[in-house]
């Protein structure tokens, strides 16, 4: 599997940001109305094209055709739907709405932008991203390097700018005012090009926020004498810790019943924690917290495409990093590159309706009946105790790589590793671990 540089991600990044920055201006100077900044940035990128394309680039490079269409939609459609909840949670605003579109869902996304999305990935990932790295190496590498970092940096201020802006707090702000202008200044002369009038979003937007802000101060009191009431910070984490849980035992005991041996599930070194399985149940339930008393089917639906295109990421991620394949369904009929089948895309769906309609109101009322600070206490232990179980496992599944390439340790840690997370305590810890290189 191919591994792209960090230049080459930001060149995808910014040169995908500009060109649908591109593409929604000209989109609205067609339909000859005012034009809707769709991101947290005042200059000439839209970043959730730039999210997007490096996220189909690294997670569906392998894919082509209608497989490359298909997930490329997917994976585009919840990055729109995860960025239009982000920004109405932020800022309390809606910044586009396809509420007047047919199959929509809330107005965040709908069947016709999720087939747009599908077709620009297909073509991006096909031939864009091989046209776009052949233009650059038709530029000296440092001089591209010196500019991409620049342009971080100015991206960087954009959205500091634009993000206190909009919030309407901060003690510098005019500051701030004086940087984001300067910014949209070059951003206004560009769009004079292409036919288009940037609104003045800074200025609108401000009293706006203002005037949410109070809202969601009176929805914070309201709430303020139940721990992790509703879809919450603390919520999210310890179901986080929960899903981990119970994902570990639910593979723990299929392995047993399909194979007839007892196995470690677990992804991390310390205790029977299931990371994919944890994410898996804190995405689940922070995206479709608004839609938990929906029908089954649409629950069963939703978990199947979301399942399935997230196990498939997963699998591709953890080869990128680890080097390794942590499971291969390459032997169960209608498989995609032996990382995901139909049957378990299927198995995803029924926990996410298993999840809704019976586990989540049990755990959410008992995670609600902690007192407040016991609980916060209790979260941020669990936090630093999964942060520091996470980078051990990660440095441990790096240096297992490394000695199975002959590598010899080359500083103490490693040293470290080597004697207490030795190939036999990381067979034992993945016994289904399998080398890729």
């Known amino acids: 599997m191919e591994h792209l540089a960090w230049y080459e991600l930001l060149l995808l990044f910014f040169a995908a940001s500009f060109l649908g920055w591109v593409l929604e201006t000209a989109a609205a100077d067609i339909k000859q109305k005012k034009f809707v900044n769709r991101g947290l940035v005042t200059g000439p990128f839209c970043v959730m094209y730039g999210i997007t394309t490096v996220l189909l680039t690294v997670g569906l490079g392998e894919l082509r055709g209608v497989w490359l269409f298909l997930f490329s939609a997917i994976y585009a459609t919840v990055v729109e739907w995860i960025g239009g909840h982000l920004i109405e949670r932020l800022f309390h605003q809606r910044w586009w709405d396809y509420s007047g579109k047919k199959w929509n869902l809330d107005g965040y996304i709908c069947l016709s932008a999720s087939a747009f999305w599908g077709a620009l990935g297909l073509v991006m990932v096909t031939w864009g991203n091989d046209l776009l790295f052949r233009v650059m190496g038709l530029l000296p590498l440092l001089l591209v390097k010196i500019l991409l970092l620049v342009l ?35 951003t206004l002369r560009l769009q004079h090009w292409i036919g ?18 109070t809202e969601a101060k009176a929805v914070q009191t309201e709430t303020s004498t139940v721990f992790a009431a509703g879809c919450s910070f603390y919520k999210i984490v310890l179901l986080f810790i929960v899903g981990s849980l119970l994902g570990d035992f639910t ?60 196990e498939y990421l997963c699998s591709v991620l953890s080869e990128l990093v680890f080097g390794k394949v942590f499971w291969d369904y390459s032997d169960i009929p209608f498989n995609l590159g032996g990382r995901i089948n139909l049957l378990y895309c299927f198995f995803w769906g029924i926990a996410a309706v298993v999840w809704f309609k019976i586990l989540y109101p049990r755990f959410s009322d008992w995670i609600e009946k902690i007192p407040m600070k016991p609980g916060k206490i209790i979260t941020w232990v669990l936090i630093v105790f999964m942060v520091c179980n996470m980078l051990l496992s990660v440095a441990a599944l790096i240096r297992y790589d490394e000695r199975g390439k002959g590598a010899a340790p080359e500083n103490t840690l490693e040293e470290w590793l080597d004697e207490h997370y030795d190939d036999a305590r990381m067979q034992q810890i993945y016994p289904n671990a399998i080398s890729t290189s």
Not at 198 to 213: G, M, V, W
Request: net charge positive; glycine share 8%.
């Open 196 to 213: 288009a009038v940037i609104a003045r979003r800074i200025r609108k937007a401000y009293p706006k926020a203002a005037e949410t802000k």
């Open 251 to 310: 593979e723990t005991i299929f392995c047993r019943v399909t194979a007839g041996v007892w196995m470690s599930r677990s992804s991390l070194v310390w205790g029977p924690f299931s990371v994919v399985w944890g994410m898996a149940i804190a995405l689940v339930t922070l995206l479709l917290y608004k839609y938990k008393d929906s029908s089954d089917a649409f629950l069963f639906g939703v978990g199947t495409f979301l399942g399935g295109a997230y």
């Open 152 to 186: 971080a940096g100015l991206l960087v201020v954009d959205i500091l700018a634009s993000y206190i802006l909009l919030r309407g707090y901060g003690k510098n702000i005019r500051q701030w005012e004086e940087a984001d202008n300067r910014i949209r200044k070059i």
